[in-house]
């Protein structure tokens, strides 16, 4: 297991949950899976998942046994925003817990986003898309499929780059294209977040979109 291994509690084991599960363990990463429904428990259970706790998110004993206090990220994957939010509020008191909510619309991300680190709407990748993160070398390669249409590329912003040194929140990003996580800092990136030379991030995109985001970080062409 790497050092680098994230511990991180995903509420939801649907689609949303199993897919960001599956590329999250073939990296290494640590996962406590909450899931409702026992049928799907099951399934999780059989694909290799080895933590998989069933119950209610919001309940105490299921959220005591998951440990949250111990978890670098806690995702809120569910298709209930409540059971969401009440989560992550409670993850947000402890230190060094990264929290991440995913809502049922883009316009809701305003809503939300003072509340928990990261919205995300992983049905449309207009918004920021699933948390995950990813150890391993720094080439700008298309390392994973999350869905059909969502690609992983894992980016190394060079000295050339002609947004080193910018704000996320000043750099065009090409629609259907959202970048995600700060693999050094392991820590999912905000609108504030400067890219610095050398910087390695985890970047979500749509296929029409993976060349133009790697231009912009890289300067190549």
Known sequence: MSNDALQIVLLGGGHVGYYTAEQLVKQGHNLTIIERDQTRCDLLLEAGFDTVLHGEAVDPDVLGR??????????GLTDDIGSNLA???????MEGVRTVLRVDSPSARDEYEKFVDQVIFPEGLGALATVSAITGGSLPDAVNELTGIIELLQIQVTEDAPVAGTAIR?????DGCSIVVDMDEKTVVSPATTLRPGMNLLVATEPAASREIVEILTGNQ
């Open 87 to 93: 989560v992550c509020l409670v993850a947000s008191k």
């Open 66 to 75: 998951a440990d949250l206090a111990c978890a670098d990220v806690v995702a």
């Open 170 to 174: 000043d750099i065009a990003v090409p």
